[in-house]
């Protein structure tokens, strides 16, 4: 499209999280008018920390956002899967970007750091809290937004960026419900003193014992530790109650300085829930509406993709807009782009337990999201 084009197209982005936030960077710099409405009162992310691999931060130096990324994060060289005991299964640089000899570190960052950063990059009055979206009407070349507020909102472009739960992809895309993994995932960030040791550099270690992964991942910039367990659990409860004695029957056999770490921890500080993707939504778009991050592809975290593949999917949607000859068409060449890489990403993501992991929680059937497991 044509700079004049772009300088003259409204786009509403719903949901200010990393999708939307990465949406509206991006879209900004061509130019067009963005607004973004958020249903939280305030911005705040739960949770822990996560790695933005080279792919990612080179879409930030193409913003001119990498040093406001890259000045609270930590860059790390490789990552190291172990037993629950601490021997050594692999180790492995991070993928780099293709010919990219120069950005090769993945950058380890606390989510709420992230969202800071990103949202600290948008213009003064872009973001709109308090805006729940209650209806969304796709008049073909434009779309009518409705808020619980009572706020309505005109746009040529919607870009459903809402997360797992989006409005937007139930109302004009699916309405399937999100799928349960049959594991629970309890997360929270402790001092690197109180980590016993076992954080000595920059690099992320995921020790596996028998249906328990534990993360570990150095925040050391801000002298903290990512600590993350991922166990296998039936309740499929979005939020369940969850002791300090249930987190520390999971680690049965671990290392005894991953079990002094849990028993070590402030429960009011950890977040826990269960984990849940969605199935692949056989379509993104229509003329003028698109889903981005997890509203398109929630995915489980096993292969660290989520945010990641937001970023990414707003760059995409930027260079699609760019090149095509419409909004119609660049949503067409951007989830032609897009899709093939998430779908496969949901599809490995869900792989991430031997048969008999699964089995032990299970026994003689598996849940929805839990195809046939691989060694």
């Not at 028998?210 to 309740?235: E, N």
Request: glycine share 8%; aromatic share 6%.
């Amino acid at each position: 499209m044509q700079s004049s084009e772009l300088e003259n197209l409204k786009i509403a982005i719903v949901g200010a999280g990393y999708a939307g936030a990465a949406a509206a960077k991006a879209l900004s710099l061509l130019g067009a008018d963005v607004d973004v409405y958020e249903q939280a009162g305030q911005i705040r992310e739960v949770g822990a920390g996560i790695g933005l691999r080279p792919s990612t931060m080179e879409r930030f130096r193409q913003w001119g956002i990498f040093d406001a990324v890259a000045q609270v994060s930590s860059p790390s060289d490789y990552f190291e899967i172990l037993t629950g005991t601490n021997d050594p299964i692999m180790k492995e640089e991070w993928p780099a970007v293709p010919g990219d000899t120069e950005n090769t570190k993945t950058h380890l960052i606390h989510r709420g750091d992230f969202i800071d950063a990103l949202l600290g990059v948008l213009p003064e009055g872009m973001v709109h809290l308090g805006h729940k979206l209650e209806t969304l009407e796709d008049k073909g070349d434009r779309s009518v937004l409705t808020f619980t507020n009572g706020t309505t909102v005109e746009a040529d472009l919607v870009i459903g960026a809402d997360g797992i739960k989006s409005v937007v992809r139930q109302q004009l895309f699916s309405d399937k419900g999100p799928v349960f993994s049959g594991e629970h995932a309890y997360r929270t960030v402790i001092s690197v003193d109180d980590a016993y040791g076992m954080a000595t550099d920059d690099n992320l270690r995921m020790y596996i014992g028998r249906g328990t992964k534990v993360y570990l991942l150095p925040l050391r910039h801000r002298g903290q530790v990512s600590f993350d367990i991922t166990a296998l659990c039936p309740d499929s409860t979005w939020a369940p109650t969850i002791t300090k004695e249930d987190i520390l029957a999971t680690l049965e056999g671990f290392d005894e300085r991953i079990v002094n770490i849990a028993r070590d921890l402030d429960m009011d500080t950890v977040s826990i829930r269960a984990v849940y993707d969605i199935d692949p939504v056989d379509v993104w778009h229509t003329d003028s509406v698109v889903l981005v991050g997890d509203a398109a592809h929630s995915m489980l975290h096993h292969q660290g993709q989520g945010a990641n593949s937001a970023i990414l999917d707003a760059g995409s949607l930027a260079d699609a807009l760019k090149e095509a000859d419409s909004v119609k068409e660049a949503l067409a060449l951007y989830q032609a782009n897009r899709k093939p890489v998430t779908d496969e990403l949901q599809r490995i993501s869900r792989q991430g337990w031997t048969e008999d992991e699964v089995n032990d929680v299970f026994p003689g059937q598996k849940t929805a999201a839990q195809p046939a497991a691989t060694e």
